[in-house]
């Protein structure tokens, strides 16, 4: 089975794209859905961590991209297999003696994947980019990978992380045929956060990205392995344009709810966790639930505010994301939070965000999407609507794996009667 993922890659990106020459090869037998529900919030950790293991976040345990460190200037991810509460998919594919590859497929630094490429960067002045992730991943397959295509890499840029990712992914399927790849790529997400949803940029990336389908698919056929692989692609969520940024934080600081020095907070009561289109609200003294939930509904009835709902943590909760926090707030269309406490509201400027995720995820116009064909796989089915978590369930009935309690559902519709047993 291989699993890949284009980040930030939404239905209405993939509609067009049919009609490329990568894109409008795979689709041609694969059985789709057009209409995907992401997860809440919907951003790139907590999605791919929905993905491999069909729960919500706050069942998984990655309820952010991000850990809860507001003293940090640039806070630490969710990078390593430890945060995940329970199985995945990868862990259960190895417990039956399966070889499994990850290639930037977040969430996976410190697992037990035989072949692994964790998504990780070094977020420490004393050590570096390689010596990070050979500590987190395999390191005599990380090393080799480097050797051959290190060359095509230029840091976190894209494309040619995507690039990198691509030859890795190609040499891997030849050299080691893993029965489980997993590979996120990123290249339009970038593009989408660097330029906006409707840019050139974002078009040449998924033409880029049809390119690379194209060649993979030539590869599993060249191997003679495309009659006996399950192929999956699939979107974790989508993006919307924006233009200003909100900042809860500024408003925090001035009821002395949280104390800064320069644009460091230093402590809180009160605190705002950005998850760019939403936001989660936490809250250390009790006291102040009241007094903080008037100050967010004089905030969003406020004239041009940018705040579309305030949910309870019990909400946030019934939508699948944290319920610790005491509130969770949605941003309107062309409107995100951040963390900062400069000031309550700014435009963007030159090197900001112009696409941002993290928004509800039924939201009209936000929907990503799935793709899958091979053994196991009916040809050419349609799914009227689904979730992020029906994937997991799905992918392991195809490999006869058990997720245990998951949140999601087995695409039944999909599957060969053979795979229902």
């Known amino acids: 089975m291989i699993i890949i993922s284009l980040d930030a890659v939404g239905s209405r990106d993939i509609e067009k794209a049919k009609e490329l020459p990568g894109f409008k090869r795979f689709f041609a037998d694969a059985s789709s859905c057009m209409n995907v529900d992401s997860i809440y919030p919907s951003i790139t950790y907590p999605a791919h961590t929905s993905i491999i293991t069909g729960r919500y976040p706050?069942?998984?345990?990655?309820?952010?991209?991000?850990?809860?460190?507001?003293?940090?200037?640039s806070p630490?991810?969710?990078?390593?297999?430890?945060?995940?509460?329970?199985?995945?998919?990868?862990?259960?594919?190895?417990?039956?003696?399966?070889?499994?590859?990850?290639?930037?497929?977040?969430v996976t630094a410190r697992s037990k994947i035989t072949y692994n490429v964790p998504e990780i960067f070094a977020n420490r002045p004393w050590t570096n980019q390689i010596l990070t992730s050979l500590r987190n991943g395999t390191p005599f397959y990380q090393f080799l990978l480097n050797q051959k295509f290190g060359h095509l890499r230029n840091g976190k840029s894209e494309p040619e992380l995507d690039n990198f990712t691509h030859a890795s992914l190609k040499y891997t399927l030849e050299k080691y045929r893993p029965d489980l790849t997993l590979v996120h790529f990123t290249d339009v997400d970038s593009q989408k956060h660097d330029y906006g949803t409707e840019a050139a940029e974002t078009w040449a990336a998924m033409e880029r990205?049809?390119?690379?389908?194209?060649e993979i698919q030539d590869?599993?056929?060249?191997?003679?392995?495309?009659?006996?692989?399950?192929?999956?692609?699939?979107?974790?969520?989508?993006?919307?344009?924006?233009?200003?940024?909100?900042?809860?934080?500024?408003e925090f600081w001035k009821r002395g709810w949280l104390r800064k020095k320069g644009d460091r907070i230093q402590s809180f009561q009160v605190y705002s966790k950005s998850c760019d289109g939403s936001a989660y609200i936490y809250i250390k003294d009790k006291a102040l639930y009241k007094e903080v939930?008037?100050?967010?509904?004089?905030?969003?009835?406020?004239?041009?505010?940018?705040?579309?709902?305030?949910?309870?943590?019990?909400?946030?909760?019934?939508?699948?994301?944290?319920?610790r926090c005491a509130f969770m707030v949605e941003a309107k269309d062309g409107y995100f939070f951040s963390d900062k406490a400069e000031t309550y509201m700014r435009a963007t400027v030159k090197g900001e965000h112009k696409g941002c995720h993290g928004y509800r995820p039924e939201k009209p116009g936000y929907q990503t999407f799935f793709g899958i064909k091979g053994p196991g796989v009916l040809k050419g089915q349609q799914i009227e609507k689904?979730?992020?978590?029906?994937?997991?369930?799905?992918?392991?009935?195809?490999?006869?794996?058990?997720?245990?309690?998951?949140?999601?559902?087995?695409?039944?519709s999909i599957l060969e009667k053979e795979q229902l047993c």
Request: net charge negative; proline share 2%; aromatic share 10%.
């Open 58 to 73: 706050k069942n998984h345990g990655v309820i952010d991209n991000t850990r809860l460190q507001p003293g940090r200037k």
């Open 76 to 106: 630490d991810w969710y990078w390593q297999r430890r945060y995940i509460q329970g199985t995945t998919l990868y862990d259960e594919a190895l417990a039956q003696g399966m070889k499994v590859a990850a290639l930037l497929w977040p």
């Open 209 to 214: 990205h049809s390119e690379r389908l194209m």
């Open 219 to 250: 590869l599993l056929e060249a191997l003679g392995m495309a009659e006996d692989t399950v192929f999956a692609l699939l979107g974790d969520h989508s993006q919307k344009d924006v233009e200003k940024f909100i900042c809860l934080n500024y």
């Open 293 to 323: 939930y008037e100050v967010l509904c004089q905030l969003k009835f406020a004239e041009n505010s940018g705040i579309e709902a305030i949910y309870t943590g019990a909400s946030a909760a019934k939508m699948g994301a944290d319920g």
């Open 386 to 412: 689904m979730s992020l978590v029906d994937e997991g369930p799905t992918f392991a009935a195809l490999l006869g794996l058990d997720l245990g309690q998951t949140d999601g559902r087995v695409l039944e």
